[in-house]
């Protein structure tokens, strides 16, 4: 998911339907495979998370270096933290979180 | 049964994240480049050639912006600046104000070399006031202002622009990057932030 998320804000700052198609068969088939709807939702919450945290310290790694400037640090951390944050939430965060229900749900019954 | 059904959806699961790992890995090494592609973007006056009529001075600037490193993704969106005319031993400068608008959008991929020619028409008041320069002995030189408005994978979120100074005689000249300026907006105003 981090890697998905990783070419969608690096390359443009906002997921296109391709990358939201790619997301929910990842959270459908996850989903499936826990064949629990607690499990499922555990796993995707915990999943998105460390995507989210993991997509950040990348966003900021080149700063770690100390060769730009504090304000640019401090810009682009709010940057980051805002295109993060309105990439994801709460629309898609959402729509993934049910897609991962419903997987559990289909993997419960066919599985 | 259930549970080779199982196996083959945790192998599609594994190959869609290892698909993605190469991609986005590609995307984010990419990415990493991003910030010393701005701060190595190079503004270079290749040539400056003018001439006086007495009461006006035409010339040509001819530019190249360079993107030295390996980053995708860099575009030239508007090349804009004001320039100065400058006595070097009088040290009087005479400004311009705005160089006329340049052609000049477009990709700047790695290495390559994005040729900008800006043609001045140096007359007026302050094209009398250069030629008085000249006609007290005095050389002149020109001083270039620059800022290089870019297209990023910031556009939905900020403006990036980089700010140049060039000064030649005539030949090739020189320019120093001065700053890159992340603009960021929200409803509370502006904020920016140098690289």
Redesign the interface.
Known sequence: ???????AV?????LSAVDIV?LG??CF??G??S?DLGRALLSYLGAMSIALVLLFI??M???ATGS??P??????F??WL??IFTSVFPFNFIMLLVVSVLGSGF?EK?? | M?LD??DL??V??VT??VS??V??????A???Q???SLQQLQLNLVSLQWQTNGTAIDALANFTIVNPTGYV?LNLKLFQGIFDIRGINSNVSVPFGALPLAEAQGPLGPGFARIVKIPIDAGGRQGLQANELLQNGDQIEFVFSIDLVLST??????GVSAAYECTGTSGPGTCEQLSVA?L?SSEGGG?????
């Open positions: 998911m981090s890697f998905v998320l990783a070419q690096y390359q443009r700052t906002f790619v068969a990842i088939l996850a499936m495979i064949l990348l966003a790694l080149p700063f730009y400037a304000e640019a640090s401090t810009v682009m709010q940057l805002s295109i993997g066919y599985l | 259930s059904k199982r959806l945790t599609m699961l869609i994240a993605s790992v991609i986005g890995g590609a995307s984010t990419n990415y990493f991003f910030y010393s993704g994978f910031l556009d939905k979120a900020s992340v960021t904020g920016g932030g140098g690289v």
